[in-house]
């Protein structure tokens, strides 16, 4: 039946997707192709002369599970700092989206304060960005994603980790040595902070400091530059 351009199939029971279609009440299950379809009801009476009546269309929107991916990727701060986690997702009709945080292995979404200091923005998103941070360690999360749409199955995201170290410090620094030409000296630091640091010994050469570099001053050579010691 051909309608104002539009064609109109009776529908047909297709690995039981249809039941009641012959009835006020159409009932469609196990749709497994996405996009939206269109659906409309012909009342007809068995008496002469009664007009049949068409109702107005239903859409049947039908989706793909949400699905999350691009997750599970770790951030590493100083205490203070910001992080933000990225995802990808797809799928859902207006998805909703819940990060949580692991409270000591209690999942739970994500609230101001947890971790110390910490505050969140943009947690209702797929992507969440954590800031102030006052607590050192390792802080689990993930992302819940939810479909408004009934019968869609919601999703959770890989666990993703966020590293807060200290500010990097040196200590047990400042130790002069004395040496006669020729000699050798080492001078030895003690560090903590930071998240996998890196090491430059400076030399000053002339009120202008820089990496040192063998020669600098004359004949000396250097090991170690790129450590703590």
Known sequence: ???????????????????????????????????TF??????????????????????LTVALDPQISADGVNASICVGGTATFTTTVSGGIAPTFAWQYNNGGTWANVSNGLPAGATYSNQATKDLTVAGTTANG???????????????????????NLTVALDPQISADGVNASICVGGSATFTTTVTGGIAPTFAWQYNNGGTWANVSNGLPAGATYSNQATKI
């Open 38 to 59: 269109q659906y409309r009801l012909i009342m007809t009476s068995t008496a002469s002369d009664c007009a049949p009546d068409t109702s107005a269309i239903s859409n």
């Open 1 to 35: 039946m051909e309608v104002h351009g539009l064609t109109y199939l009776t529908v047909s029971s297709r690995s039981n997707i249809y039941s009641n279609q012959a009835t006020k009440d159409l009932t469609v299950a196990g749709t497994t192709a996405n996009g």
């Open 138 to 160: 390792t802080f689990q999360y993930r992302l819940i994603m939810t479909s408004t749409a009934s019968d869609c199955a919601p999703d959770t995201s890989a666990i993703s």
